[in-house]
């Protein structure tokens, strides 16, 4: 184990006064709140730049800092490209849309709300039906360690089978995929799709999944040539995820997506 003093990463610097991204402290909810919403905003507008959008589905949450039995989401119906503060809906654990002129994805309710309830600790969930995690889901089993990348998902996520392939609209199928959210930040849906969860950020929950879909889309590349790749050994896999697949990291990752979509699309803000 390497010692990293008060860092909570290998990756912060040591040397003083660098420019580095830091965690933002809070005096009131309001500010929080206000964080939170404009990270969730950014996180749809990455979903939409990385082509992560298909129809309407697709939703994204983070729980209300100040009353945390309510979450934010994307309203429905409502491009990812064109999420703004403005039309966020604030939400209950029973899909009622106690702020906002949209109504709520039922799916998204569906899903996020049990997992919300079922789990305290976790603050954000993203999902939504993607090319290569959709198809990826299709086989039924999990990722293998076959690069750094992927070794951030290891042992760190799960395969539900629970509900696979059945539109998640009944209230029945939550529960069913809540329960697999113990202590992971990720899952493979089978014959459905992928969903991530953060109990750090909607910035941790949003990259993981653009890194879990990259992840699926690099698995099926690998396969498709016939060869057998060559697996990263458990105890590599394990340390490689405890430096590049933490909440933290997460959260790191996505600074620079947010920095550049708040500098190219400054109206998401409206």
């Known amino acids: 184990m390497l010692d990293l003093g008060n860092r909570q990463s290998i990756y912060q610097p040591e040397q003083p006064d660098l420019k580095f991204p830091s965690i933002p402290e809070f005096e009131t909810a309001a500010e929080e709140r206000l964080y939170r919403k404009q990270r969730l905003v950014a996180a749809c507008r990455a979903f939409a730049q990385a082509g992560l959008d298909y129809g309407f589905a697709g939703h ?42 949209h109504a709520v994805n039922r799916a998204g309710f569906v899903l996020h709300a049990a997992v919300h309830e079922a789990h305290p600790d976790i603050l954000a969930m993203c999902h939504a039906h993607t090319l290569y995690g959709v198809a990826f889901a299709a086989l039924g089993r999990p990722l293998a360690p076959i690069s750094q990348d992927a070794c951030a998902f290891f042992e760190d996520h799960v395969v539900i089978q629970e509900e696979a392939g059945a539109v998640a609209v009944e209230t029945k199928a ?47 590349m690998v396969e498709a040539t016939g060869h057998k790749p060559v697996l990263v050994p458990p105890e590599r896999a394990r340390y490689s995820r405890e430096h590049v697949g933490s909440e933290y990291i997460g959260w790191l990752h996505f600074q620079p997506i947010y920095e550049q979509l708040a500098a190219s699309q400054p109206e998401m803000f409206l």
């Open 174 to 220: 939550g529960p069913k995929v809540a329960a697999a959210f113990k202590g992971v930040k990720a899952a493979i849906h089978q014959n459905h799709g992928l969903l991530t969860a953060s109990r750090h950020s909607i910035d941790a929950a949003a990259f993981w999944f653009i890194a879990l879909e990259r992840c699926c889309h690099q698995q099926l």
């Open 60 to 101: 994204l949450t983070i729980r209300d800092p100040e009353r945390p039995e309510l979450y934010w989401t994307n309203p429905m119906a409502v491009h990812f490209d064109r999420v703004t503060l403005s039309n966020l809906i604030l939400v209950d654990h029973d899909g009622r849309v106690v702020e906002g002129e």
